[in-house]
C-alpha cells in the first residue's frame, strides 16, 4: 500500500501492512526512463521528488554552476526537504501509534561529486507503544525510538550520462524493492552501491548491490528480510535471526520519446533466496484528447538452490515458480478503470505452494504484481491466481482522488480470499504541500481445519504538509 519529496504531517491510521494511495501499490517503483531521467535537478535520492510543497529545487545551468563560487555550490546549489509524520494505526483492533520527522538533503557538485542524506526522528521520548494487541503490531509502522541516517551517500554524476551513488541508498527504479511509501514514517534503504547509465535514445541501464537494509519500523541496517522481521520474528514465516549477505541486480529500461510504449528487463540475486527474472512492458493507445487506453504485461521467472534460508527452516524443497500478468487500463478525463490479472504457480513443495520470493516487499503490497491490493497481494498470500478491478475517480480540478477496488485472489495453500479497498487522496489547493490521506481495507477469507485464514481489517488517516 505504498507506491513512488519532504513533508510535515500528522496522520491517522488503520490498517497491516503498509501501501501506496490509491491503486497504485504495484505502479509505486516504476520509474519513466525518460532522457531527463539523469538530468541536472533530478535528485533520485530524494525520496521526496516530485511531491507537491511550499518549497523548490533550483534548476541551475551548467554555466551558472560553473560561475559560482564553491561555498555556493555546495550551501546553494543543492536541495533540502523537511518533513514531519504522526500516525495513528489500527490492525484487527491493535492501536500502533508513531510520529516523527524527516530531514533530505544534498549538496551542490563539485567535479561532479556531491554529498547527502536522509535523517529520521521517530518517537523520541517512547519505547514501545502499541500495547493494546501486541500481536496486531504493523510491521511497516515505527513503534520504537528512531534517530539515524537512513541515507548518507556520496554521488557522482557525468553530464545526464552517468550517476553513481553509494553508502547508504535509496533505489527508485527497481520493481522489486520497497524504497518509499508515501504513509510511512520513513524509508526503507539500503547500504550498498547504485549506478545508472543513459545509454541514449531514451536505454537506461541499471546495477546494484547492497549487503544490509534498513526495514520500516527496524532500528538500524541488518542483514534480515521481511521473511524474518526483527521487530517480531513470530509475525513472519521464518522466525529465526537467519542473515542474508544481500542482493546484487541489473535492469535495462527504454521508452518512446512520448513514452507511448515502454519496457523493463531485470535480474535479481537474492542471497540464500533465490533468482529473479522480471520483465514488464506498457502500449497506451490514444483515442482523443480526453480518452485513452493502456495495454500492461508482465512475467517472471525464478529458480535458485535447494539449500536457502526458507527450505533450511522448513518453509520449502525448491525455488521454483513463475508469473504472468495482464493489465488493462482506461482514462477518461476523471476517470481511470483498470483491470489486472496475475497467475503465480510452481511445484507444490515450493515456498506457499511456488509463489515468488521477494524479501524486500514481503507484507508490505509494494510488489509491482498488477492485482497486488492495499493490504495484501498474491506475494503476501501464496501461488495461485487473481484478479483486480480498481476505477479511480479525480474530483475539484484533480486535487481530490478516491479510488476503490475489489480482488479476488484464489491461493493454493491457503482459503481463497477478497479484498476490498477504498482510498483518499486530496492535495489542499489553498495550502500547497498539504495533503489528507485516508484508507480502509478488509479481506474476507474462510478459516479452513488448520487455522488458516479468517477476516482483516485495516485503515488509515494521516495529514502531511510537505517543504
Aim: glycine content about 10%; aromatic content about 14%.
Amino acid at each position: 500500500m505504498f507506491k513512488r519529496i519532504m513533508i510535515f504531517s500528522a496522520g491517522l491510521i488503520c490498517t497491516n501492512t503498509y501501501g501506496i494511495t490509491l491503486e497504485e501499490e504495484s505502479q509505486e517503483q516504476t520509474t519513466d526512463v525518460a532522457s531527463s531521467y539523469l538530468s541536472r535537478g533530478n535528485y533520485l535520492q530524494n525520496p521526496y521528488l516530485g511531491l507537491p510543497s511550499q518549497g523548490g529545487t533550483a534548476n541551475l545551468s551548467e554555466s551558472q554552476i560553473a560561475s559560482d563560487r564553491i561555498a555556493k555550490r555546495i550551501f546553494a546549489d543543492g536541495t533540502w526537504n523537511v518533513m514531519g509524520v504522526a500516525s495513528y494505526y489500527d490492525q484487527n483492533g491493535g492501536n500502533n501509534y508513531g510520529f516523527g520527522v524527516n530531514i533530505f538533503a544534498q549538496t551542490g557538485e563539485i567535479a561532479g561529486f556531491s554529498i547527502g542524506g536522509f535523517l529520521t526522528g521517530v518517537n523520541p521520548y517512547t519505547a514501545q507503544i502499541n500495547p493494546s494487541d501486541p500481536d496486531q503490531q504493523a510491521l511497516g509502522l515505527s513503534t520504537k525510538e528512531q534517530l539515524e541516517m537512513q541515507e548518507f551517500f556520496v554521488e557522482y554524476k557525468y553530464s545526464d550520462i552517468l550517476q553513481i551513488d553509494a553508502g547508504r541508498i535509496g533505489i527508485n527504479n527497481s520493481p522489486w524493492l520497497t524504497y518509499y511509501q508515501n504513509n510511512a514514517l520513513n524509508l526503507v534503504t539500503y547500504q550498498g552501491a547504485l549506478a545508472n547509465i543513459d545509454l541514449g535514445n531514451h536505454w537506461l541501464i541499471t546495477a546494484l548491490a547492497f549487503n544490509q537494509a534498513q526495514m520500516l519500523g527496524e532500528t538500524g541496517f541488518n542483514n534480515q528480510t521481511y521473511y524474518n522481521s526483527s521487530i517480531d520474528p513470530t509475525l513472519t514465516p521464518d522466525g529465526t535471526s537467519n542473515s542474508t549477505p544481500g542482493t546484487i541486480a541489473a535492469g535495462l529500461s527504454w521508452n518512446t520519446p512520448t513514452e507511448l510504449l515502454d519496457f523493463r528487463l531485470w535480474g535479481y540475486k537474492f542471497y540464500d533466496y533465490s533468482n529473479l527474472i522480471y520483465a514488464d512492458s506498457n502500449l497506451k493507445l490514444k483515442a482523443s484528447d480526453k480518452l485513452n487506453f493502456e495495454i500492461g504485461a508482465q512475467g517472471a521467472i525464478q529458480f535458485g538452490s535447494d539449500q536457502n534460508i526458507l527450505s533450511n527452516n522448513g518453509l520449502a524443497n525448491n525455488v521454483n515458480s513463475k508469473m504472468l500478468g495482464l493489465q488493462l487500463t482506461m482514462n477518461y478525463d476523471w476517470l481511470e478503470l483498470k483491470l489486472g490479472y496475475n497467475n503465480i504457480w510452481g511445484p507444490n513443495d515450493s515456498f506457499e505452494g511456488g509463489n515468488i520470493i521477494s524479501p524486500y516487499t514481503y507484507s508490505l503490497a509494494t510488489d509491482p504484481l498488477y492485482t497486488t491490493s492495499w493490504m495484501l497481494g498474491l506475494i503476501d498470500k501464496s501461488a495461485g491466481q487473481a484478479y483486480k478491478i480498481a476505477p479511480t475517480v479525480k474530483f475539484l480540478d484533480d486535487a481530490l482522488e478516491v479510488g476503490i477496488s475489489a480482488a479476488r485472489y484464489n491461493t493454493v495453500t491457503m482459503p481463497a480470499s477478497n479484498e476490498y479497498d477504498i482510498t483518499f487522496n486530496y492535495n489542499v489547493p489553498q495550502i500547497k504541500g498539504f495533503t489528507i490521506f485516508a484508507g480502509y481495507g478488509y479481506i474476507v477469507q474462510p478459516i479452513d481445519s488448520e487455522g488458516n485464514g479468517g477476516n482483516n481489517f485495516e485503515g488509515q488517516i494521516m495529514l502531511s504538509y510537505l517543504y
